[in-house]
């Protein structure tokens, strides 16, 4: 019997990569205004990349701080800036995401009737900071929602790694079995949560879908292309 159901949140709830690009943008847009060099929201993706994987491969969630993004930026264009410059442009960053971020289509009536039933859990990577994340997740309108979520900041590490999930475990005294994982990306949201015991659900979207999309993956267990598939999914559980 499925008590819980995980979710990842970035392109999975939130429109994360639709608000990342008109962040960059924008910074990027300061940067010129402020410094006279053009074209720099190419650097910045690269950099989100970089250090991405990065962090992913170290387990340090340290390397998803901001402030080491763009102290990395400033480099690259050949500029010494000052700690409060640094500062100013994280927060101008974040901002930029807050404006942008939108809940992918249906999500909110997808949680309301799901929250009638289960328990309703967030896993995300840290953004440097877990007040960021919830803030986000307070503007969209559904932290109320969840009976727990859980950051990088919370288990120092990134994921995947099994510290998220048997944090979630033992803090709503679930069993694995009794959980569903949701997540956009397989190989970080879903091989982990399946190999624990847990039900998979990919949900396609964005880039990452299309570069998998002729891959086959023996821990998923449902697809669905919009959240509203979820229902039907965890009802026949």
Known sequence: MIKAIVFDFDDTLEKYKVAKHYAEKEVAKYIYENYGIKNTAKILSD??????????????????????????????????????????????????????????????KVLVRLKKELKLI???????????????????????????????????????????????????????????????????DLKLAKKLGMKTVWFVYGDWAEHEKNKKFNYVDYKIKRLDELISIVTKQ
């Open 122 to 188: 967030v896993i995300s990577d840290s953004d440097g900071n877990k007040a960021i994340k919830l803030k986000r997740l307070r503007k969209l309108g559904v932290f109320g929602l969840f009976d727990l979520v859980i950051t990088g900041d919370d288990v120092n590490t990134t994921k995947p790694d099994e510290r998220f999930y048997t944090a979630a475990f033992k803090k709503l005294k679930v069993r694995p079995s009794e959980c569903v994982m949701v997540g956009d990306k397989p190989e970080y």
């Open 47 to 108: 950099i989100d990349l970089y250090y991405m994987i990065k962090g992913r491969t170290k387990k340090d969630i340290r390397l998803y701080h901001r402030e080491l993004w763009f102290h990395d930026f400033f480099y690259r264009i050949g500029i010494k800036p000052k700690k409060a410059e640094i500062k100013k442009l994280v927060n101008f960053y974040w901002k930029s995401i807050q404006e942008k971020a939108k809940l992918m289509p249906h999500t909110k």
